[in-house]
């Protein structure tokens, strides 16, 4: 059977990596999880002071990260590497959180960003989730799904998720971390955040993982 790209675009927060995750499982596909690079592109320029207005800095970084994926054997996840030290639990720290958005906003950035994740997808046989796979990334992607959910429903998640890991934020803060994540990807010059003419929308708010997975499969299957 022919392998295919499955594009899953939208917010933060709307179950996208779960459901990404579990569709990737179910169909013996590889899973990348976009969002994780620019988390660890944003670690390193905290880490090495990287000036986000300044060309010069932002290039001399970008030629000094290496990211990758891999299989930790500990919790049969595969985890994020920068540099070759995991940094899978760092990167989802609300600190990376509230810059993430900004260090992504950045054109080079996402250059180096979509370039390596179109050589990851290269074969086909993979579910991507991000905010510019369909797009940009994958235009060509055989499926595309572009998620939402309200605003407190992904607030809610994001904060048990968080809670889930020892860290303890305020409602308030996650919706306003939420709110100018979505105002800085919505409208960045370079691949801004957007449904894809030919993607299909799935609003998450009242939906179970469980659901979720199903809906993305038969999309797939209709494809197949
Ligand atoms: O998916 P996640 O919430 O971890 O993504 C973190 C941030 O990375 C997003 O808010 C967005 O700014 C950025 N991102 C992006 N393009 C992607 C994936 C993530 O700009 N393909």
């Known amino acids: 059977m022919p392998k295919i790209v499955i594009a899953i675009d939208g917010y933060s927060s709307c179950g996208k990596s ?36 300044s060309h010069r800095d932002v290039m001399l970084a970008l030629e000094n990260i290496h990211i990758a994926f891999k299989h930790n054997p500990r919790t049969g996840k595969n985890e994020t590497c920068l540099n070759g030290l995991n940094v899978e639990e760092e990167i989802r720290k609300m600190y990376i959180s509230n810059i993430v958005s900004e260090v992504s906003a950045i054109p080079e950035v996402r ?74 990807d919505t409208t960045r010059a370079e691949s801004p955040l957007i449904q894809a003419p030919d993607a299909e929308l799935l609003d998450t708010s009242y939906m179970t993982i469980e659901e979720q997975v199903e809906w993305v499969l038969e999309l797939a299957d209709r494809k197949l």
């Open 111 to 184: 250059w180096a960003m979509v370039a390596q994740q179109q050589k990851m997808g290269r074969r086909r046989g993979v579910v991507m989730d991000g905010r510019d796979i369909g797009t940009k990334v994958f235009p060509d992607a055989e499926v595309k799904v572009f998620m939402t959910a309200d605003t407190y429903t992904r607030a809610r998640r994001r904060q048990q998720e968080l809670l889930a890991k020892g860290e303890m934020v305020n409602l308030e803060e996650i919706i306003r971390n939420l709110e100018k994540r979505d105002l800085i």
């Open 18 to 53: 779960t459901t990404a995750k579990a569709v990737a499982a179910r169909m013996g596909y590889g899973y990348i999880d976009t969002g994780a690079m620019y988390r660890a592109v944003s670690l390193y320029f905290i880490q090495e002071r990287v000036l986000l207005t």
